[in-house]
C-alpha cells in the first residue's frame, strides 16, 4: 500500500485558465469557484480564466490559487484517492489544512485573501526584493548572510536552489557576495515584496488577528508545517506557526525529506505548473510524483495508483 502526500504549489505557479476544465467539467469543481465567488465579491472564473493583470498580484493571486487547488483536490477525493499526509509550499500550506481537515475550503479561502493583501501591502515597492541562488549549498549561503544586515534566506527548495529575501540593497549585496562564494547563478525575482523576511513580521501579526476568527480543528491526517519541516497533529499550533509563517523562512527541502524519511513513496501534487516535482527531482529522483494540473490527469493518477 502507497504511502500518499498531496502537495500544493504556491504563488508564482499561477497560470491563465488554471482549473477551468475542472468548472466546466465537474459540479464539484464548480461549487468551489462559485463559493469563492461568492466569499470575495468578485469573479474567480473570470480572474482565473481570462487575460487579466489581477491574476499577478498578490491579493488576488493567492485566493485563486487556493481555490483552484481546493477544486481539484475535491473533485481527486471523489475517485476515493486519499492522503495519509499533507504538505504546502508557502501559500500552499493553506491547501494542505484543508486537505487535512484542520480548515474549513471556506476559511482557506477567506484567509488567504486577507494574507494576500497584508503581505503587499506592508512594504512598499522597491524597498524589498527576492533573489535565487543556484547551485551554492545552504551552509554556504548561511554563512554568507551572516555577514550582511537585512537579508535571510525564504526558500529552501532544494539542492542547489535557495531564495533569499529582504531589504532590495541587501539582497543586490548578498548576491555579489553569494557569486564570489561559487553561486553558478543569482537571478533577481520578479516579485512584489521581500517574502518570507522579517520585513513581513508586520502583516503576520495582521493575519493572526484575522486567524482569531478561524475555527482549526486538530488534524485528521498530519500535515507539515513551512516554518518547522516538522507534522503539526494538534489544534493550538496551527495559527502561532501560520502568523510566523509569513515572515519565516519555507523549510521545503527539509519537509520533503523528512516525509521520505517516514516512507512517504508517492507524492500528488496538486494545482498548476510541476514546480514541487522539479524540486523533488533533485531531492530525491527515484520516488513516485504525479501532477494534477488537468482534469484529465485525475484518470491518469487513479491509474497510476489503483
Not at 491526517?221 to 516538522?230: D, K
Amino acid at each position: 500500500m502507497s504511502k500518499i502526500a498531496f502537495i500544493y504549489p504556491g504563488q508564482g505557479a499561477q497560470i491563465c485558465g488554471m482549473g477551468k476544465d475542472f468548472y466546466e467539467q465537474t459540479d464539484m469543481g464548480k461549487q468551489v469557484f462559485d463559493l469563492a465567488s461568492s466569499l470575495l465579491g468578485f469573479s474567480v472564473p473570470e480572474l482565473c480564466f481570462t487575460e487579466n493583470d489581477r491574476l499577478d498580484i498578490t491579493e488576488y493571486t493567492q485566493a485563486a490559487m487556493v481555490t483552484t487547488s481546493i477544486a481539484m483536490t475535491k473533485v481527486l477525493e471523489e475517485t476515493g484517492i486519499k492522503p495519509n499526509v499533507t504538505a504546502g509550499l508557502s501559500l500552499g500550506e493553506y491547501c494542505a489544512l484543508y486537505a487535512a481537515g484542520v480548515m474549513s475550503e471556506a476559511d482557506a479561502i477567506t484567509t488567504v485573501r486577507q494574507r494576500g493583501i497584508y503581505m503587499q501591502e506592508e512594504i512598499p515597492v522597491g524597498q524589498g526584493a527576492m533573489a535565487a541562488i543556484l547551485a551554492l549549498d545552504a551552509a554556504a549561503i548561511e554563512k554568507t548572510l551572516e555577514e550582511i544586515d537585512g537579508v535571510q534566506i525564504a526558500n529552501y527548495n532544494c539542492p542547489g536552489q535557495i531564495v533569499i529575501s529582504g531589504k532590495t540593497a541587501a539582497v543586490e549585496l548578498a548576491c555579489e557576495r553569494l557569486k564570489e562564494a561559487g553561486a553558478k547563478r543569482t537571478i533577481m525575482l520578479n516579485v512584489s515584496g521581500p517574502f518570507h523576511s522579517s520585513m513581513l513580521t508586520g502583516a503576520g501579526e495582521k493575519l493572526g488577528k484575522v486567524l482569531e476568527t478561524i475555527q482549526v480543528h486538530t488534524p485528521a491526517i498530519p500535515y507539515v508545517a513551512n516554518v518547522t519541516a516538522q507534522y503539526v497533529t494538534e489544534a493550538d499550533q496551527v495559527k502561532p506557526l501560520l502568523i510566523k509563517q509569513v515572515s519565516s523562512s519555507v523549510r521545503w527541502q527539509q519537509s520533503m525529506e523528512m516525509l521520505l524519511e517516514d516512507g512517504v513513496d508517492t507524492f500528488i501534487e496538486i494545482g498548476p505548473g510541476k514546480t514541487l516535482a522539479g524540486f523533488m527531482k533533485k531531492i530525491n529522483r527515484t520516488v513516485k510524483v504525479l501532477n494534477i494540473e488537468k482534469y484529465e490527469d485525475i484518470e491518469k493518477v487513479r491509474q497510476a495508483i489503483c
